[in-house]
């Protein structure tokens, strides 16, 4: 496995603090952003402690990996594993009780990508035909409006409710991580953003305007293509923390 990766964070117009962390491991084929909550302190902790210890359980697996005949459970079993890191570190700390995290990641292994995501952090794909999309599926509650039909998702980026999540790592009882697989293929564009990134702009067309303007004009250097990225959506109001990262599979 062969891979670019580019990765830009801030933190932004109206926060104090950056509660996002990441983590990216081109060894590994890992690649993962975690949008902490819970105050001040507490969404830097879990956000952080979910990242170590994902890239930790990851690293420990090794060459086993390729072996592993369900990955998605093997995925679900070490964000239980951070989940559980995190509760404990709250317990042990009570000024940190009420913590958690969104999380959402890549993990190349046996010949396929692996998509989680617990929460409203996303997914996009931009595959190497130049089809963009959003692979990732919130889980929040006003995403299950809009899946109910008792929205649009135009209402839903204006709804006072939009960032009611109803899954958080180190928070909820019964994690629920939506896996998705697809073919590891040469050339495709995977985007793993906090949701700092998707709510300044009206809708996924416009971060994929940016993101191909970005590409042609600094000739494929993903570094720079996060930056406009996270540069725009501080211009269009940098409500919350940015967090991007950007890998291309190269072979």
Same mark, same amino acid.
Do not use: H, W
């Given at each position: 496995m062969k891979f670019k990766v580019g990765c830009k964070t801030d933190t932004g117009k109206k926060k104090s603090n950056n509660e996002d962390s990441y983590y990216f491991d081109e060894k590994l084929g890992l690649f993962g952003v975690a949008d902490g909550m819970g105050g001040h302190a507490g969404g830097e902790v879990a956000s952080r402690l979910a990242a170590e210890t994902i890239v930790k359980r990851v690293e420990g697996a090794g060459d086993k990996l390729d072996k592993v005949d369900d990955i998605p459970a093997f995925i679900s079993n070490i @964000?239980?594993?951070?989940? +559980?890191? @995190?509760? /404990?570190?709250?317990? =042990? =700390?009570?000024?940190?009780? #009420?913590? %958690?995290?969104?999380?959402?990641?890549?993990?190349?292994? #046996? %010949?396929?990508?692996?998509?989680t995501n617990i929460g409203d952090a996303?997914?996009?794909?931009?595959?190497a035909d130049g089809e963009f999309s959003l692979v990732s599926h919130d889980q929040s509650q006003i995403q299950?409006?809009? +899946?109910? #039909?008792? @929205?649009?998702?135009?209402?839903a980026k204006v709804h006072p409710m939009r960032h009611v999540i109803t899954q958080a790592v180190g928070y909820s009882e019964n994690l629920k991580p939506r896996t998705v697989e697809f073919e590891y293929r040469t050339g495709d564009y995977y985007l793993l953003c906090s949701d700092g990134l998707n709510d300044e702009f009206k809708n996924d067309g416009e971060i994929k305007n940016i993101m191909? %303007?970005?590409?042609?004009?600094? %000739? #494929?250097?993903?570094?720079?293509?996060? /930056?406009k990225l996270v540069d725009t959506a501080l211009d269009l109001g940098g409500r919350d923390n940015v967090t991007v990262i950007i890998f291309r599979i190269l072979e």
């Open positions: @964000i239980s594993i951070a989940s +559980d890191v @995190i509760k /404990q570190e709250a317990l =042990n =700390n009570p000024e940190l009780r #009420g913590m %958690g995290t969104t999380l959402v990641q890549a993990l190349c292994a #046996g %010949g396929k990508v692996f998509v996303r997914c996009y794909k931009l595959s299950e409006y809009v +899946d109910d #039909g008792l @929205i649009t998702e135009e209402q191909a %303007g970005a590409l042609a004009e600094s %000739g #494929g250097d993903l570094d720079a293509v996060c /930056q």
